[in-house]
């Protein structure tokens, strides 16, 4: 099995003080070296360690033992824990940042106020681990360090991961409200299409109207003017 007891060092110590096994066995059950489970075996290793009975927790049994000594090819199995832990609860509050990256959270700020201001102050604290008012004094530029602040990408820093940033983003654009001054472009509706049709015939009646209304005015022109010339 892939996974090592509890307490592994332990474990081998008193593998090696209470059982016949090999170095190889102890040091496939516990996944250790075999050379440091040599140096435990000389004392040059483990040195005030005190051993941890497997069998008493359940992580090993008698007849498991029994067969690897029998056995040097034999490599023991890791029983499965009869103890179930309670899950750990979901620590809820600001995230915890190092203290070699807090004096990085208001560049942090200064990036994700200017760079997403979609995002709300709950969501700023969650993926930097500030306070309301700190995000209020880099807003509003009254932090102390104004001046100095540069703005720097909250995942170059490692104050969150990429997939956090943009998971708390796409929540803000889903819950920003839709503009309604511009709906996009749109196409014209039937009656409006189909209006133009109807009207064409009139169009062209009264363009054939004005048409013969230009020439007989230059008929009229040309008359006049052959009159002058005869004159």
């Known amino acids: 099995m892939s996974n090592a007891p509890l307490m592994p060092k332990a474990t081998a110590v008193w593998l090696l003080d209470n059982t016949a096994l090999t170095f190889d066995q102890v040091a496939d059950f516990t996944k250790m070296h075999p050379l440091e489970v040599r140096a435990i075996a000389d004392g040059d290793a483990a040195q005030g360690i005190k051993g941890m009975d497997p069998l008493s927790n359940g992580q090993l049994t008698r ?28 620590r809820k509050g600001p995230r915890y940042t190092p203290v070699s990256r807090r004096h990085e959270r208001p560049s942090a700020i200064l990036w994700l106020l200017r760079s997403h201001p979609e995002l709300k102050d709950a969501q700023v604290m969650r993926l930097v681990g500030t306070t309301k008012s700190t995000i209020a004094s880099v807003r509003d530029r009254t932090h102390w360090n104004t001046s100095q602040l540069t703005p720097i990408d909250p995942v170059t820093l490692g104050l969150c991961s990429q997939i956090e940033l943009d998971f708390e983003v796409a929540r803000a654009a889903k819950e920003k409200p839709v503009d309604a001054a511009y709906g996009g472009a749109t196409l014209l509706p039937a009656s409006e299409t189909t209006k133009k049709d109807e009207y064409e015939p009139a169009e062209r009646s009264s363009d054939d109207l004005n048409v013969d209304a230009v020439f007989a005015k230059l008929k009229t022109l040309g008359g006049k003017k052959q009159e002058d010339e005869e004159e």
């Not at 007849?63 to 979901?90: A, C, F, H, M, T």
């Open 63 to 90: 007849e498991e033992i029994e067969k690897g000594e029998k056995n040097p090819d034999y490599r023991l199995r890791l029983q499965e824990s009869k103890v179930v832990l309670p899950p750990q609860p979901k």
